[in-house]
């Protein structure tokens, strides 16, 4: 059980805050229903699965905006390499 705690606690996880729907006994004691709690990401997942806790929403990261580099000025359009175009017939 220690190295299970061990494992969550290297990882990187925003806390949630959840309500409880039954009453279970947690790490920190006696966690009664429709009480409001925090927990990490991976707790809520195992919370989740046994039934003990609403759904949640975990919010994320914005996308990031187009980082694209612009176009450089110099480029000829539609010109292509010698050797390169295709042979009609």
Do not use: H, W
Request: aromatic share 4%; net charge positive; with cysteine.
């Amino acid at each position: 059980m220690e190295r299970a705690r061990a494992n969550r606690a290297c990882l990187v996880m925003s806390d949630i805050e959840v309500k409880t729907l039954k009453s279970f006994k947690s790490d920190d004691g006696y966690v009664k229903k429709n009480t409001t709690i925090t927990v990490d990401e991976f707790r809520a997942k195992e919370l989740l699965r046994n039934g003990l806790i609403e759904d949640y929403e975990v919010k994320s990261a914005p996308d990031p905006e187009n980082k694209k580099a612009p176009d450089p000025d110099n480029k000829v359009a539609g010109k292509t390499k010698p050797g390169t175009q295709a042979k009609a017939k």
